[in-house]
């Protein structure tokens, strides 16, 4: 089934943030945004069990409780074992993330992406996500931000356990789909040139994005498109740096990026619209996406999102960011620009 098929519209919601992603987010607060997505018609909710330890999926599970399975499509993440056992969340190796999720419960992460781990892993995933399916899994972050030089090591680990799971999972049809969730491009550019596993999607965050896109649109996006595969667009404001956030992939922003980032956002001023719409609309108009799950851990970040949208964006200024070399000259652009 493709992607497009399963999901039920273009903007979904990434639960990173409820995971306490940067800072401590009252309970109230996090139900609140849950509630303000439904309530917007939002039905593609993105969870994983690194997030917080299981926090955001436990979060997600609580406002979900009540309402029909039949009208939102889920999807979650193997690679990660939450463990009932406490540590020292400070000392927590969470790779290129750093300190992000210091917020979240002291659960044990431990990584393992073997056949056994991935089955756990989604029956875990289940009973905090109060639900007895889940509609996609994504293989977790098997990528050289997590594991450096060991990471091919952990992609095999992955090829031989997760995905022949996964595989079989969807034969079954216990689920609809599965890909890889990863923040670099090389793990989807291998799993594309193996034989055996069959991936239906890839939940790419932060690497086809308005202020980072060329190295995916050059090595993964015309393969994707070409196999009738789908891209679920993560992070599409770039960790918040695209709208005036302090990080740029979950870091502080770098001098050359902060002037990337005013560059573009005074052609933006100049037309008269929102960062937000050029981030999203921007992911979207590549044909092998499917859809863009910003994250948000505000009620209110939900309308922006929905208006972003919706904003009509003038074709002069997509030109403007190309004549600019701020837009890569083969990426597809809103109206065939």
Known sequence: MKLKDILPGPLGFGTAPLGNMFRDIPEAEARATVDAAWNDGIRYFDNAPFYGAGLAELRMGEAL??????????????????????????????GEK????????????????????????????LKRLKTDRIEIAWVHDVAQDFYGDDWLAMFETARKGAFKALDRLRDEGV?????????????????????????DAFL??????????SRALQRVMPKVAEKGL??????????GALVGGPHFEYAPI????????????AI?????????????QFALAHPAVAAVIPGASQPGRIAEDR?????KVPADFWRELREAGLVDAAAPLPGGV
């Open 307 to 311: 208006a972003a949208l919706n904003e």
């Open 230 to 239: 789908g891209i679920v667009v993560g992070g599409p404001y770039s960790s």
């Open 65 to 94: 409780a009540g309402r029909p399975h039949a009208d939102y499509v889920v999807s979650t993440k193997v690679g990660r074992l939450i463990l009932d056992e406490v540590e020292d969340v400070s000392a927590r190796d969470l």
């Open 98 to 125: 750093g300190e992000v999720f210091k917020h979240g419960r002291p659960n044990r992460i431990v990584n393992d992406y073997s056949e056994d781990a991935t089955l756990r892993s989604i029956e875990d995933s």
């Open 268 to 280: 933006a001023d100049r037309h008269r619209i929102s960062m937000k719409a050029a981030g999203l």
């Open 175 to 199: 689920i609809q789909a599965w890909g890889l969730g990863v923040n670099r491009v090389e793990p989807i550019e291998l799993l594309l040139d193996l034989e055996g596993p069959r991936p």
């Open 204 to 213: 790419l965050a932060g690497r086809y994005t308005l202020l980072d896109h």
């Open 254 to 265: 770098q001098p050359a990026m902060r002037d990337k980032i005013a560059r573009i956002k």
